[in-house]
T-cell receptor
Framework: DSGVTQTPKHLITATGQRVTLRCSPR?????VYWYQQSLDQGLQFLIQ???????AKGNILERFSAQQFPDLHSELNLSSLELGDSALYFC??????????????FGPGTRLTVT | LAKTTQPISMDSYEGQEVNITCSHNNIATNDYITWYQQFPSQGPRFIIQGYKTKVTNEVASLFIPADRKSSTLSLPRVSLSDTAVYYCLVAPSGSARQLTFGSGTQLTVLP
C-alpha cells in the first residue's frame, strides 16, 4: 500500500460526458502528479501540482484540467470524453523535495471506460 | 530530452540474477536515472534512483558507468513475483516537462 488513494476504482461513461477523478496523496506529500496509461500510448505524464499550484504540464489535452485543493487532495477533470480517453489514470505523490524525480508513490489507479 | 532504450522483454529463472540495461545516450548533466516496477493494472512502484557509479538498496542495485550513457538495473535472485514491467526513467531534477516513461521491459521469471 503506497498511501496514495484514488477514487473511483472504475468508471464507465459515454462519449461527450464529463468525469472527475479524485486523488489523496500520502500524508505530508505536497506534490501530486497525474498520469494516463493506455495500451497504445504507455504511461504518459499529464500534470503536476505542488502545494496547490500547477508546477508542470505534460501531454495533457485542453479538455482535461486538474487542481489541487488546500487539503492537498487533487482532482482531474475530463470533459467531452472520447473513446480514446479510455485508459488507466494514475495519481502519484512525492515528498517535500520539489525535485521532480524524488521518489514517487503511485495510487492504485482509476480505470476509465468510455463507451 | 534524453530518450531511453530498453529491451522489450526478458526471461529468467527463479534464483538467478537479472540485469536489465537501459541506454540513454543523450543524458544531460543534471539528469537522474530512476527505475520503476509495474504489475498489471497497478501503479508503478519506485525501485531505485541514481546519478553515477553504483547505488544499492534492499531490492536492487543500479550500476551507472562513468559516461552515464547507460545504466543497469540488477535484481538479485529473482522469484516468480518479480515478473513485471520495469521502466527506466531519465529526467532532470526540477524540470517536469521531460518526465517520460519509456516502453519498459517485460521481465518474466520462470520456475
Amino acid at each position: 500500500d503506497s498511501g496514495v488513494t484514488q477514487t473511483p476504482k472504475h468508471l464507465i461513461t459515454a462519449t461527450g460526458q464529463r468525469v472527475t477523478l479524485r486523488c489523496s496523496p500520502r500524508s505530508g506529500d505536497l506534490s501530486v502528479y497525474w498520469y494516463q496509461q493506455s495500451l497504445d500510448q504507455g504511461l504518459q505524464f499529464l500534470i503536476q501540482y505542488y502545494n496547490g499550484e500547477e508546477r508542470a504540464k505534460g501531454n495533457i489535452l485542453e479538455r482535461f484540467s486538474a487542481q489541487q485543493f488546500p487539503d492537498l487532495h487533487s482532482e482531474l477533470n475530463l470533459s467531452s470524453l472520447e473513446l480514446g480517453d479510455s485508459a488507466l489514470y494514475f495519481c502519484a505523490s512525492s515528498g517535500r523535495d520539489a525535485r521532480l524525480l524524488s521518489e514517487q508513490y503511485f495510487g492504485p489507479g482509476t480505470r476509465l471506460t468510455v463507451t | 530530452l534524453a530518450k531511453t532504450t530498453q529491451p522489450i522483454s526478458m526471461d529468467s529463472y527463479e534464483g538467478q540474477e537479472v540485469n536489465i540495461t537501459c541506454s540513454h545516450n543523450n543524458i544531460a548533466t543534471n539528469d537522474y536515472i530512476t527505475w520503476y516496477q509495474q504489475f498489471p493494472s497497478q501503479g508503478p512502484r519506485f525501485i531505485i534512483q541514481g546519478y553515477k557509479t553504483k547505488v544499492t538498496n534492499e531490492v536492487a542495485s543500479l550500476f551507472i558507468p562513468a559516461d552515464r550513457k547507460s545504466s543497469t538495473l540488477s535484481l538479485p535472485r529473482v522469484s516468480l513475483s518479480d515478473t513485471a514491467v520495469y521502466y527506466c526513467l531519465v529526467a532532470p531534477s526540477g524540470s517536469a516537462r521531460q518526465l517520460t516513461f519509456g516502453s519498459g521491459t517485460q521481465l518474466t521469471v520462470l520456475p
